[in-house]
C-alpha cells in the first residue's frame, strides 16, 4: 500500500510503501525458501526491498539489517542490485552456487547420502536442497539414479520433477523422459527443461509481464510477488495441458494473466472481484470459459504449493 503525506516527504529514508500482514508473511516465506535454496542473490535483494518499506516493527528492521550485513560479508562479490539480470553476473551467481554446494570430498557415503535425502526425506524443501547438490556430485550413478527415480515414482511432487530434470540438464543428460505430472502423461525432451525464468517461450514472459503492468496500479508491492508466484507456478505446469495452452493459444495469454492476477490477491489480501479482474484484461463472454479452465488449473497448482510448505 502506498501512503501519501502531507509534506510528500518519506520517514527514514524509505519509500513510501506499507506492506499488509498476509504481504510480509509471503515475503518472510520467500526469503526462508531462498536461503534454504542458497538463492543468496536473490535474498539480498528482497531484503533491501523490505528495509526501505514503512510501518513494520522496528526489530523486524534490525533482523533485516543485520542478515543483509552479514550476506554481504560473505558472498560480496554476486553483483548487488546493480547488473543483476546480465549475463555475467548470471555467470558469477552460478559459480558462487556451485562453490556454495560443491563438497570439498566426494565419497561414496556422502553420494549416497544426497542420493538418499533427495528420493526419501519427508520434507519437500529438504528434497530439493539435495538435488541441488546432486548437480555438482562427479560421480556417474547420479544420472542412473534420478532418471530411474523419475520414471517409477509417478507420483511425485511436481515441483520436484522439475527440480530433477534441471540438475539432469545442467549435469549434461539428454534425450526424452516420460513423466505423470498433475494427472496426465508429459513426454518431455531433458535438454529443453527451462532453467530460468527467462528461458522459458516467449508466450509465458508475456503474461507475467502483462500481470506485472497491472498489479503495479494496485499496489507497487504486487508485481514482485506475481513474478515469485509465476515461477513456482509453472514448476507445476510444466508439460502439461495447460502449459500448451499458453504456448498454441494468443487468447490464452490475457486469461493466464488475469488468473495469476486473481491467485495473487486471493493469496495476498484473501480476496478478489472477479468481475474487476475481467474487466482488466478484456475477459469476454467468449473467453470465460477458457479464463475459468486456466483460473482451475491454477488453483490446482495453489493446493499443491500448499502441501509443498506443509
Avoid at 176 to 185: D, H, P, Q, S, V
Avoid at 221 to 243: D, I, M, N, V
Avoid at 258 to 286: C, K, M, P, Q, W
Wanted: aromatic residues 8%; charged residues 25%; proline residues 4%.
Amino acid at each position: 500500500m502506498t501512503i501519501t503525506t502531507t509534506d510528500g516527504r518519506n520517514n527514514d529514508n524509505k519509500d513510501n510503501i506499507y506492506l499488509f500482514p498476509n504481504m510480509l508473511d509471503q515475503y518472510q516465506i520467500q526469503l526462508t525458501r531462498m536461503l534454504e535454496a542458497e538463492q543468496y542473490k536473490e535474498a539480498k535483494e528482497l531484503l533491501r526491498f523490505l528495509i526501505q518499506c514503512q510501518g513494520e516493527d522496528e526489530r523486524n528492521y534490525d533482523e533485516w539489517n543485520s542478515l543483509l550485513s552479514w550476506l554481504d560479508m560473505a558472498f560480496p562479490d554476486d553483483g548487488g542490485m546493480e547488473g543483476g539480470g546480465s549475463e555475467d553476473s548470471g555467470k558469477d551467481e552460478e559459480h558462487m552456487r556451485g562453490e556454495a554446494l560443491r563438497p570439498a570430498e566426494q565419497d561414496e557415503a556422502y553420494v549416497n547420502q544426497v542420493l538418499y535425502i533427495m528420493q526419501n526425506h519427508p520434507m519437500i524443501d529438504q528434497q530439493l536442497l539435495a538435488i541441488e547438490r546432486a548437480v555438482y556430485i562427479d560421480s556417474p550413478v547420479v544420472d542412473a539414479t534420478i532418471l530411474e527415480w523419475l520414471r517409477q515414482q509417478p507420483m511425485l511432487h511436481p515441483a520436484v520433477q522439475f527440480k530433477a530434470l534441471q540438475c539432469l540438464r545442467r549435469r549434461g543428460v539428454t534425450g526424452m523422459i516420460e513423466l505423470e505430472r498433475l494427472g496426465e502423461t508429459a513426454q518431455l525432451l531433458i535438454e529443453e527443461t527451462p532453467l530460468s525464468l527467462e528461458d522459458f517461450p516467449p508466450a509465458v514472459i508475456r503474461i507475467i509481464e502483462r500481470t506485472e503492468s497491472v498489479v503495479e496500479v494496485e499496489d507497487p508491492t504486487l508485481p514482485h510477488f506475481a513474478r515469485e508466484l509465476w515461477k513456482e507456478s509453472l514448476q507445476f505446469l510444466y508439460g502439461t495441458a495447460p502449459y500448451q495452452w499458453m504456448l498454441q493459444d494468443e487468447d490464452m495469454i490475457e486469461c493466464f494473466a488475469a488468473a495469476l492476477h486473481l491467485s495473487v490477491l486471493l493469496t495476498v489480501y484473501g480476496g478478489a472481484n472477479d468481475d474487476d479482474i475481467r474487466e482488466a484484461y478484456g475477459i469476454t463472454e467468449s473467453l470465460r470459459f477458457k479464463y475459468e479452465q486456466v483460473g482451475k488449473a491454477l488453483r490446482q497448482v495453489a493446493v499443491l504449493g500448499e502441501t509443498e510448505e506443509d
